[in-house]
């Protein structure tokens, strides 16, 4: 165990006035109880600026779970979460994404019938002419942005003016992480990206994660692919039934996908997390 | 940026690349379909449907026949533009028909006049103090009907767990209630001039077109619009994009109540009475006219281009009927079959969307 470097994430750094500390987020003892179930149990996570970190697991181990806590798809039963040096409990979606969290779900929320802008827009369509619901829309803003956000992103789609419903699952998975590059987010949360993706289409949503990172982006990214999370990410959060189990920094290069699978499966625990197992 | 524009990377919108719209297929269908009958017509009837082979005319087309075609469809097509509108939001509206019914009769009592022929007013709902009104009060009453009822629809749909269907059939059957109630089953007759030629002549027509327009630039170019096919298109993506849903919802069914009233006025002016029963099945036409123009009954898909040549074809085809002197009863029996038909092709339509992805 003394050759990963670990840390431990838990009321570790005080935390500052907003935008002043290096932590953009911070769980303490998140706790989540569906009735009887215990999806999630006292998570304690760290995320600072500019850091991807890689949440894996077995499937139900509760990573999904824990994104909903966060981004206000659901309110957790107990704990703290503090985003941007504030303690936060997001009512819904829309006011994380307010405050700065701009999450792609596992089951992505794209309207199919609509173009690539009207997706990157949709709820918050720039206008015109302002006239209550009946606001004129300004395509012309809403395209230049986009093509922005795509360049900003590298994602590279033939026409935005296509529809969503024709495109390759490999281009709607990109146009819902380029939907979170259009807005100056502050965290950046995808679960499970590129699950259901080619070979191809997994380089390019790859990429995008590269260019987040250069920019300095933080992001948490949902995994089961242990090359990705080693390619791109700093820290690998393992969870396991509901709870944290090992918290690894891969960035000295000296971490075996061996290591991290057998904490996935319950071989390994790290000493910190003992309790947890 | 009308030509093709490579941006930075091989970004591309490029408007020439855009697929060809569905409503080019609905023309060409009315085409079709015209065409079927001008075959129909030279070969039973010896004569032109469309055009003019007899020379009655002055003008090369017959002119009274697509005049009658585009009048009987123009005040069911009002209708349907608030249909379309439901419909492409994902939701379903039984109502129509009925609140034409129930706004007829009280906009119509709103409109009458004091004396016919030197005589009171045989039909008279209200007392003299309430008749010969300027037109503005039955046309402010009438829409205020449509109204409330597309508000009681909107609110029963978003903020309960009742299905459309479901909550629109209810309203169907108690605004139709209200519309015998409102006078114990009598006809409400003799509007003022005023109110009549709401209904005169050319100008349900007139209206229907220009409704047609101003709600063709609001789904295309407002932000109603846009979210109405948002929240059709994946109700859910709405709400997770911020959307207030159930408020839209709302509007889009008080809109469509108000534009089943709007109907309800032209038609009564136009008849110059109205009736508890008035607009029976209304509703029913409309819908069919929405799908027949490539609105899909799974919403987020069409357009009210779509929707007034769908109500083209519907006028066509039923005209059509009566050029051939086929019976009212096979008339009925086509329209069944043409509203299950649309139905069909929307489903088969949407079983090819899906098969795509
Ligand atoms: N809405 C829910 N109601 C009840 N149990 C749930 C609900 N959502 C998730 N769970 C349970 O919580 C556990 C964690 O699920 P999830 O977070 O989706 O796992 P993961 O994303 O890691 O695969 C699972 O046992 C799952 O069955
Ligand atoms: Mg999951």
């Keep these: 165990m003394s050759d990963l470097q670990t840390n431990i994430s838990s009321g570790e750094f005080p935390h500052d006035a907003p935008g002043t500390s290096d932590v953009i987020l911070e769980t303490r003892g998140l706790t989540k109880h569906y009735g009887g179930v215990h999806a999630l149990e006292n998570a304690n996570f760290t995320l600072r600026k500019g850091e991807h970190v890689a949440i894996m697991g077995d499937n139900g181990a509760g990573k999904s779970t824990f994104v909903r806590q966060i981004t206000g798809v659901e309110q957790f039963t107990r704990g703290e979460i503090i985003f941007d040096g504030k303690n936060v409990k997001f009512e819904n979606p829309m006011e994380a994404r307010q405050a700065g969290i701009e999450t792609v779900f596992q089951t992505l929320a794209l309207a199919d019938q609509l173009d690539v802008p009207d997706n990157l827009f949709l709820g918050r369509e720039l206008v015109k002419f302002k006239l209550g619901p009946f606001s004129i829309l300004d395509y012309k803003a809403m395209r230049e942005r986009t093509m922005e956000a795509l360049v900003k992103t590298g994602v590279k789609i033939p026409n935005i003016r296509g529809t969503i419903e024709r495109m390759s699952g490999g281009q709607r998975q990109c146009v819902a992480i380029a939907r979170t590059a259009t807005f100056h987010s502050k965290l950046t949360i995808m679960d499970e990206p590129t699950a259901a993706l080619g070979v191809q289409e997994t380089a390019q949503v790859e990429n995008i994660i590269r260019t987040l990172k250069e920019q300095g982006e933080p992001l948490i990214l949902i995994s089961h692919n242990m090359r990705q999370v080693m390619d791109l990410c700093d820290r690998i959060v393992v969870f396991r039934r509901g709870r944290i189990c090992a918290d690894i920094d891969i960035t000295a290069g000296d971490v075996t996908g061996e290591e991290v699978v057998a904490y996935i499966t319950g071989a390994k625990t790290q000493p910190q997390f003992e309790d947890a197992a | ?357």
């Design chain 2, 1 to 357: 940026m009308s030509e093709s524009t490579h941006g930075i990377g091989g970004l591309t919108f490029d408007a020439k690349k855009r697929a060809r719209p569905p409503e080019l297929n609905v023309l060409f269908a009315l085409i079709l379909i015209i065409g079927v009958f001008e075959l129909l017509g030279a070969f039973l009837m010896g004569q032109s449907f469309l055009f003019d082979s007899a020379d009655r005319f002055d003008s090369f087309l017959n002119e009274a026949r697509l005049k009658i075609i585009i009048l009987q469809v123009s005040i069911i097509g009002i209708i349907a533009i608030g249909s379309t509108q439901v419909i492409i939001s994902g939701g379903i509206d039984l109502s129509p028909g009925s609140v034409v019914g129930l706004t007829a009769m009280i906009a119509m009592s709103f409109a009458q006049v004091a004396e016919v022929n030197g005589n009171p007013n045989p039909k008279a709902v209200f007392g003299p103090a309430w008749m010969d009104l300027p037109a503005i009060v039955p046309l402010v009453v009438g829409l205020s009907v449509g109204i409330a009822a597309g508000l009681i629809n909107g609110l029963l749909i978003a903020y309960t767990r009742i299905p459309p269907f479901i909550a629109t059939l209810g309203m169907m059957v108690t605004a139709r209630g209200a519309a015998k109630w409102w006078t114990k089953g009598q006809p409400v007759s003799f509007p003022t001039e005023g109110y009549a030629s709401i209904g005169q002549g050319m100008m349900p027509v007139l209206l229907f077109i220009l409704l047609a327009v101003l709600f063709a630039l609001i789904l295309r170019f407002t932000v109603y619009g846009k979210r109405t096919y948002a929240i059709g298109s994946n109700e859910d993506a709405a709400r997770m994009s911020g959307i207030n849903v159930a408020r839209h919802k709302v509007l889009v069914y008080t809109i469509a109540g108000a534009l089943a009233a709007f109907a309800a006025v032209v038609l009564s002016a136009k008849n110059l009475t109205a009736q508890a029963g008035m607009g029976v099945m209304y509703e029913l036409d409309a819908i069919a006219m929405t799908v027949i123009g490539g609105v899909s009954l799974a919403g987020g898909r069409g357009s009210i281009v779509g929707t007034v040549l769908g109500a083209l074809i519907f006028g066509v085809i039923i005209s059509g009927f009566t050029f051939l002197r086929l019976d009212a009863y096979y008339q009925e029996m086509v329209k069944g079959a043409i509203i299950v038909g649309a139905v069909v092709l929307d489903q088969w339509r949407q079983g090819r969307m899906a098969a795509k992805m």
